[in-house]
């Protein structure tokens, strides 16, 4: 068991390169990559969401109540700001419908579990994190759907009911299926807690893998205008996150939180929406997976830059 934590480990610490090179592979060689069936998104988002609840437990809510200002604006912050962003940029850059699609889906969707990964490395309050992913994510069913019909019904015909349904069987269900496990069989739950950075950067390699390498010629055709979208959207929602914490008067540790949880977006979910929601427009899933390659870049060079900050705390 100490090999596959030392191994999960090194997943965890280089998870932006690996991603990296799953990504850069699929695009220059498809092949590689082909072989992941689309179908398989559903599945393996579900994986990383089991996961995600296997590392929650009940005390984790207890927050909610205790401190609900933080996520409360947290909650308004990540579904008012981020979806307007994203509609925003998709105005600004004249993007199509299907890109339109996919850039909105990403705007509408919650915080993912690697917002939790990159507050542990920013040294920023995990807590806060935590329960904003988890209480953004219980929200999703309701307004991920509703939002994106709001901003895409001129666009594109949204099936509501159909984004509600997958987010309640890919996200919920699996979130819930975690939690009940760890709380009935914690010990052994703790031992698999350890191999989940392995797992789950595993499973956003295959998510990535799959959408690049099936649409590879149209990512070439338009791959750095979205790249330039997605990155854009990224780093807006970091510093509006960062800007917002701090007008809230939040501590150093919060605001790093804060903005870390608002600024990256549950990509994968964002992917196999556009799959669902969208199955006639390819390009809807690809926003999705390039935000996945980037805000593990990002992410990480972030965690590098609160870091230092909080060296200067502590000298000052």
Known sequence: MEKIEKI???FSKYMAVIVLIIAALSLLIPSSAIWIKTSWINY?????????????KAEDFVMIFTRPKDIIFGCITQYTLMPAIAFGLSIAFHLDA??????????????????NVITYFSKGDIALSVC?????????????PLIAYQLLKTTVNVDILSIFTSIITVILIPIIMGVIINK????????????????????ICMIVGSVVSHNSEKIYTSGFVILAVVILHNLF????GFITAKMLKMTPKKIKAFSIEVGMQ????????????FPSLAMATVPGAIFSVWHNISGALLAGIYKNWECKENKS
Do not use: D, H, R, W
């Open 8 to 10: 999960s480990e090194e």
């Open 44 to 56: 393996l988002l579900m994986i990383i969401m089991f996961g995600m609840g296997i590392t929650l």
């Open 98 to 115: 299907a890109l339109t699609a996919g850039v909105i889906l990403v705007g509408t969707c919650p915080g993912g579990t690697a917002s």
């Open 132 to 144: 904003m992913t988890s209480v953004n994510t219980l929200l999703a069913p309701i307004l991920t």
């Open 184 to 203: 009935l069989f914690y010990q052994y739950s703790q031992k698999f807690i350890k191999a989940l950075p392995m797992v789950s950067t595993i499973a």
């Open 237 to 240: 929602g970091y510093l509006f």
């Open 266 to 277: 549950n990509s994968g979910l964002a992917t196999s929406l556009a799959a669902t929601a």
